[in-house]
């Protein structure tokens, strides 16, 4: 068999003499490669995004909301629910085995006015000395907790006091704020919309927990939320902390025989899950997208490759003649798809690994405060590789079979 290095420089040779054919064969392995490690990295860091809003959570907490609709921490619910939760329901949760607190919450959308500044958030009234419970790894930045009989104090999350858009901070400890809110007044019959304002002051600033709800938040007493939003003595929701995450399965199951449909449980643990199993449906069929066009990619090499024997007949039958054997002109030709497959995988991972930034960059994640880092996992770009690799390497077997077989004779007789 000749030298491996003389058949390398020979296939070399023939990808260097037909350019835009070789380009456009390594573009298309390019593509799928990039496209399946990108999708990988924006699924990574997307899964690591969720894991970590809902990790912040505890994981012994069930999140009970009106007639079967879901809930975050403090999001409110429709008002098309015929299902009240009352201060009944939070003790009947409460007497229930395996439950060590029913934690009720009121929360309502108002605007917060400070020093000419004004910003629109989700206000929630709930205990907040149990908040410890509900976000474990809760913490202050400054002050403190508003305490339930405290009427004009309020808590701001993080991103609530230190906004993104000013370059400096929307309220400080201590100082006073308002509280815009709309209310529906009925005047000789007809229901009207009012606004109306009530001023708080700053009692602390919550440390950034990376949650967006909760650093994206201002708290407040239940009874004074209650009273702002017109609940009625009513809660959008009620955080069921349980005594043991493992209990969480039977708890539920003992709320559900008390109010059946009714009321909606759900848990951190739960959500984090679905959406899991949606981004790992979605990753497969954008991975499906991918295998395609590496697919695509396989039939250009043959095309490519199968191309290149038709010309070069005479050029393999000279070799032929010059004593090159079957197995050297097989490699010859393995190596020219050995080498698109090489060059379009190492090329496709790191324009993936670019793509991925790059997307998250042009994509609106960023609204709303949503932001995310692309998360790979090295295993996986190794898969990718070796898939384009091998994937190269097949699509050239038939053509390099069919170079080979070729007798010097019928080719050099060719024209």
């Known amino acids: 068999m000749k030298s491996i290095f003389e058949l390398i420089g ?12 070789s380009g456009l064969t ?3 392995v390019i593509i799928g490669a990039a496209l399946m490690t990108s999708v990988h990295g924006l699924s990574g860091g997307m899964d690591n995004f969720f894991t970590e809003q809902f990790g912040s959570l505890g994981a012994n907490v069930l999140i009970i909301t009106p007639s079967g609709g879901g809930g975050g921490f403090g999001r409110p619910q429709s008002s098309s629910t015929t299902m009240k939760l009352t201060s009944d329901t939070v003790q009947t949760i409460e007497k229930i085995h395996g439950v060590t607190y029913a934690v009720p919450y009121v929360s309502g959308v108002a605007s917060l006015k400070s020093a000419g500044e004004e910003k629109t958030v989700s206000v ?4 907040q000395n149990k908040l410890k419970y509900i976000a ?4 202050l930045e400054s002050g403190s907790y508003v305490s339930a009989q405290d009427s004009v104090g309020i808590l701001l999350g993080y991103n609530v006091a230190h906004p993104s858009d000013l370059d400096r901070p929307f309220a400080k400890r201590g100082q006073t704020i308002s509280i815009e809110y709309a209310t529906v007044e009925t005047e000789m019959g007809t ?3 009012v606004t109306e304002t009530k001023s708080f002051q700053v009692r602390g600033i919550i440390e950034e927990l990376g949650n967006l709800q909760t650093d994206n938040q201002a708290y407040i007493s239940p009874s004074v939320a209650n009273a702002l939003f017109d609940k009625g003595g009513s809660y959008d929701g009620i955080y069921a902390i349980t005594r043991d995450p493992e ?3 039977d708890i539920e199951e003992n709320i559900r025989k008390i109010y059946g449909k009714n009321i909606g449980i759900t848990s951190p643990k739960a959500i984090t899950s679905t959406i899991q199993e949606s981004l790992g449906a979605f990753t497969g069929f954008i991975s499906a997208i991918a295998g395609v066009s590496m697919f695509v990619g396989a039939v250009g090499i043959i095309t490519t490759l199968y191309t290149s024997v038709m010309e070069r007949t005479r050029e393999i039958g000279l070799l032929k003649a010059l004593g090159y054997g ?5 490699f010859m ?9 090489l060059i379009g995988g190492l090329l496709g991972l790191l324009l993936g690994l670019g793509g991925a930034y790059a997307l998250i960059a042009i994509m609106p994640f960023g609204r709303g405060g949503i932001s995310f880092t692309p998360y790979f996992v090295p295993m996986n770009l190794i898969q990718i590789f070796i898939i384009s690799f091998t994937l190269s390497i097949i699509a050239g077997l038939y053509p390099a079979w069919r170079a080979s077989k070729l007798t010097p004779i019928e080719a050099l007789r060719k024209e």
């Not at 020979?10 to 054919?21: G, N, Q, T, Y």
């Not at 929630?124 to 205990?127: A, E, K, S, Y």
């Not at 030709?333 to 497959?341: A, Q, V």
């Open 136 to 139: 474990p790894k809760i913490s």
């Open 124 to 127: 929630v009234g709930i205990d």
């Open 191 to 193: 229901e009207k919309t």
């Open 326 to 330: 079957k197995r050297n002109i097989l």
């Open 247 to 249: 209990e969480n399965d």
């Open 26 to 28: 390594i573009m298309m």
């Open 10 to 21: 020979l296939s070399f040779a023939a990808l260097r003499e037909r350019k835009l054919r």
């Open 333 to 341: 030709f393995l190596s020219e798809s050995m080498t698109i497959g």
